[in-house]
């Protein structure tokens, strides 16, 4: 008869996230699922919209995960000011404090920020077979910060919570690679690890995607030739980014070039010579600054 007990793995890594939180003064979360407040957030007024994103999912703003080796305290540090980091950003929208030398001093005291951590073994379901498998294995490190600190933390720097609506994404791109060239549609199979990485950009910034299916595009008289221009007046919670995504093997890498019209201003920005995760990550980030206030994309 198969053993239908859960791996003694699997066990130890849903409570390892308690036990690691308690021992470093962390306490863990009591928010609500997708709209609970960690800390002494102050929860969106009575006026505001009850549609807005951030009022929704204000907890999530305020935390963020990171893949570390093992669970013990050899990477831990790095991955509190990696975290730190990421939560800076997605909380203002301003792309800037992910590089901005003053962090450096807070990401390295991260800890004092923390209201909860956790780890997620991404190997749980399979057997330890050498010592290396026991120490050295991929973890999801999760860890949240209590609102209030990291608000007082961004006024230090002075910037600011991005507390108004936050836009979709609704990318028209272009794709161009060595063999193949396709729209970004939300159907388009070769697409599919593109779609991904564009979209976990701009979760860790706090936004959306909506990814336009192959019959709205055609609609809007989109073809994979030139530039997208689409025929389309979009709705005001949409950041409409045009594009092109092509691989230059002189960069080497991939060339990203980008277009998006916001509360009637025109910003064009982009990239050049890298992997496509770093493309979209550079496509999401210009919209986060766009939106919030923040600038021009560089």
Known sequence: MADRRPPR???????????????????????????????????????????????????????????????DRRYRSAGFARCLRTVLVKASGNPRLAADPR??????????????????????????????????????????????????LLADLGDRPWRGDRPVIVPVLAV?????AYVLSAEVATG?????????????LGLRVRFPTDAELAGWGVTVDGFPSPHVAPPADWALVTGTLEFEPAAPGWTGSWKTRYQDREYVWGIRGVNFDKAFQNLAAGVAQIASGHGVPE
Do not use: W
Request: proline fraction near 6%; glycine fraction near 10%; charge should be negative.
């Open 9 to 71: 793995r699997c066990v130890l890594a849903v409570v390892l996230g308690m036990l690691v939180a308690l021992s470093s003064g962390a306490t863990p979360s009591s928010g609500a699922p997708g709209g609970g407040f960690v800390g002494a957030a102050n929860p969106p007024k009575p006026g505001d919209s009850p549609y807005s994103y951030v009022s929704q999912n204000l907890s999530s703003m305020y935390q963020a995960t990171v893949v570390v080796t093992g669970s």
């Open 103 to 152: 962090v450096d001093r807070f990401a390295h005291e991260a800890n004092l920020f923390i209201a909860s951590f956790d780890y997620v073994d991404q190997l749980a379901a399979y057997h330890i077979h050498d010592d290396q498998g026991t120490y050295d294995r991929p973890f999801n490190l999760t860890v949240r910060f209590v609102p209030a600190m990291i608000d007082r």
């Open 176 to 180: 161009r690679g060595v063999t193949t």
């Open 192 to 204: 599919a690890d593109q779609r991904g990485s564009l979209e976990e950009s701009a979760s860790e």
